[in-house]
Structures are given as C-alpha cells and as structure tokens.
C-alpha cells in the first residue's frame, strides 16, 4: 500500500461482545484500503455510568496501515459499526454492540466537527492507554510527546482496581504470532480450539510439528471461505451501476469462476457461472458481477441457491427486464468419495422475467451459455 499511514484505532463492546470484537477486526482486515498490523490483548472493564446490570466493556486497540484520510477512515469505521447492528443514541453511556474510533493517526492534530484527533481518551481512559501502548510502545503521542508506553505508566492496573473491584484483565482471544514476523492478529479462539478438538477426535497428534499451527490457518481459511456471509450486496457494488437509457442487448459474462462449499458435507464445489441480463436503464460494471457470485459462494450452499441467489441479486440492483444464470460446478464430496462418477458436474439454472417468459429470450441466453 503506498502512500499509507498508521493509525491507531480503539475498540470497545458490551453487547455480544465476545462476537462483535473479534467480527469487527475481521471487517477492518478485509477492507482493501486497511492493513491490520497488530492487535492488543483485550482489557475487561465494568460499564460506566450505563444502568447497574449493563455487562462489562472488553476494550482492545488495533495497530493498522490505511489508505483512507482521517474522515475517510471514521466512516468505514462507521459503516461496520452499522453492520454490526450498532445503534447510535444521544446517550454516551448507552450499550453498544461496537465502539471503534480514531485514537492516533500518525502524527495528525487535528479538530474535526465533533471529534478530534489524537482522541483524548489516548490520555485520559486507562482502557485505551494501555492497549493502544501494547500495540505501538514506542509511538511518540504529538501533544505530549511522551512513548504511549509511559502514558500507560499513568494508569496502573492497581489503580483502577482501586476505582472498582471488579476490574480486571482478560484475554478472552489469544493473540499470536501469524504467518508475519512481528505481527499478530486477532482469529476465532472458538473455532480453533474445534479444529484442534477435530484433529484428536480423528487420531492425530495437533501438537506434532506440521499440526501445531493448523487450528490457525483452518480459521483463517474458514474466515474467507465465508466471508459472503458478512459481506453486503451494496458494499459490492458500490457505485458501479450506471444509466444506460438505449441499452436494450442482453449482457452476458460468461465463464466466472467460482469457488463454494457444500452445506451438507462442508466440502468445496466450484465452476463456472454464466451471467445474463436484459438492461432496463441500468447496467453494472462487469467486473461486480464476479463479485456478486462471490458474495453468495462464500457461504456453505447448495448449487441451486446459489443459482437463484446470483439471479435474485442482479434482479434487486438493476430492476432489469430479465436475468439469467446458469452454473456448472463439480462437488468434490461427490468425487472424493466416490458416489459418482469423477467427471460428473452439475448444471443448475435461474431464470427471472423476460428469461422465463420469452421463449426465444431464454434460447438466446442458453445458446449464448453453451
Ligand atoms: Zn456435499
């Protein structure tokens, strides 16, 4: 990435914590535009002025790498806020599913409209001077000039113990080294210790050499192999639908390859899909329609919903006279296991609008298909 600059970003949940703080870490890493680079050991901290039964924050920092300028960045920041079902109150102390903010952004002071930058919690909150310092200890803070190390000096953890009892820190996801030298991420403790569990129930040995590091890259595969699930259609196409008042020819992609799990054996099925649709005024950019069937073939499917789903998708963002789709893919729990033969494929279609009701439509697509 060039042109980038580090950032240090905070993030904070007491709703569904133990799901929202590592799903939001999963948003910032596939964001094209953000590198994480680090991320901090999660500190548990009681609710603050909420009501008396809100449960605790976990509170981490993030250490990443960004394209984006500062305003930039707080609106991605806000959209997977959104996405992860964020409601946003007048009340600071209200509940949250997730909290992320710009703590530092390189060496910027800055006031914006309603915020600033470096965040002055960077000082002044114990929950994000400590996990901002274990991200970047040596990063210079631009009004003090203290190490964020010696800002976290500050704040022992006896102290805020004094302030209440029930302080305390936990690691609820372990962090460690990935395939980066010096850098650590943030995966699924859950679905690692599975993988692990997977491993000795089928008799092998997870500590062994060659298995000590796979429970990590299994969720890490998984990770992306499901990512449609967290994926939007509207964040896919963005803005890449255009007007298109004469375009009256049907529009076929042929030959997008595509790569899915079947649902009832977890195993990959993959192809090839044809895309087809008779403009209505809008056309989209060819390119986003591979990225449309991605979004639905990164879940555990079956072909024939993942057919329709392509079909349905085209249907919502172009509102087009007709669509068509038609996909070939061969099922590796049919072919490794022998059921069938190991050349079958299956073909599956779908078929919206003028594609269904025009004979002579849908015998162009299908011959345009073959
Ligand atoms: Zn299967």
Known sequence: MPDTTPVILSAGSNIDAERCMPEAVRNLRRHPDIDVLKVSTCIATPSVGGPDDAPDYL???MLIMTRLDPESLRDELRKIEDRLGRVRTDDPNEPRTIDLDIVYYGD????????????????????????????APTWTHP????????????????????????IRLSQPYTTRESDFDDVRQVYAPRLESLVRDQLLEI??????????RTPLRVAKAMDYLTSGYTTSLEEVVNDAIFDAEGASEMVVVRDVEYYSMCEHHMLPFFGK???????????????????????????????????????DAMTEILDPHGVGVVMEGKHLCMMMRGVQKQESSMVTSAMRGTFQSDSRTRAEFLELAR
């Open 59 to 61: 509170n981490a920092a």
């Open 108 to 135: 910027l002071v800055k006031d914006f409209d309603g915020w600033t930058v470096p965040d002055p919690h960077g000082l002044t909150a114990m929950y994000v001077a400590v996990p901002a310092a274990e991200v």
């Open 143 to 166: 009004v003090t000039g203290q190490d964020l190390e010696e800002v976290a000096a500050g704040f022992t953890m006896e102290t805020a113990v004094k302030h209440s009892s029930s």
């Open 203 to 212: 008799g092998e040995d997870p500590d062994r050499e060659g298995l000590q």
């Open 273 to 311: 899909a044809t895309v087809a649709y008779l403009p209505k005024g809008k056309i989209i950019g060819l390119s986003k329609i591979a990225r449309i069937v991605d979004v639905y073939a990164r879940r555990l499917q079956v072909q024939e919903r993942l057919t329709n789903q392509v079909a």
